[in-house]
């Protein structure tokens, strides 16, 4: 019979689960052919919940770009004047270690991860 964990439980664990820290880099190189808009513009990058500004099970990260007036290229379309400084983010996040949670449910269905066994 599964049920779910009780919080007071999953905060004692917590501390002994183990998680791999990522770093994502992300560089903008341009931002062209926007439509017509009358605010700024800026870009967001997120890696599930991490980054995401309206997530609540995350610490806020600074994941966006500068907010941009885009401008009209005199022809047909907006870009955003950026020109010799272009905008960098970093996001980190973490993540729970799964593997060997994963090797006992493999082995205790019977399945083997062994190539040399098919």
């Given at each position: 019979?599964l049920?779910?964990?009780?919080?007071?439980?999953?905060?004692?664990?917590q501390?002994?689960?183990?998680?791999?820290?990522?770093?994502?880099?992300?560089?903008?190189?341009?931002?062209?052919?926007?439509?017509?808009?009358?605010?700024?513009?800026?870009?967001?990058?997120?890696?599930?919940?991490?980054?995401?500004?309206?997530?609540?099970t995350?610490?806020?990260?600074p994941?966006?770009?500068?907010?941009?007036?885009?401008?009209?290229?005199?022809?047909?379309?907006?870009?955003?004047?950026?020109?010799?400084?272009?905008?960098c983010?970093?996001?980190?996040?973490?993540?729970?270690m799964?593997c060997?949670?994963?090797?006992?449910?493999?082995?205790?269905?019977?399945?083997?991860?062994?190539?040399?066994?098919?």
């Amino acid at each position: 019979m599964l049920r779910d964990i009780d919080g007071e439980d999953w905060l004692r664990v917590q501390p002994f689960q183990r998680r791999r820290r990522y770093r994502l880099f992300v560089g903008f190189l341009e931002g062209t052919m926007i439509h017509p808009v009358d605010a700024p513009v800026e870009f967001e990058i997120s890696i599930g919940e991490y980054g995401n500004k309206f997530a609540s099970t995350t610490l806020p990260a600074p994941s966006t770009t500068q907010p941009t007036n885009p401008v009209y290229d005199g022809s047909h379309y907006y870009y955003l004047p950026w020109g010799q400084t272009k905008p960098c983010v970093m996001l980190n996040s973490q993540w729970r270690m799964l593997c060997s949670g994963l090797r006992v449910l493999i082995s205790s269905a019977g399945l083997s991860t062994d190539s040399r066994d098919t």
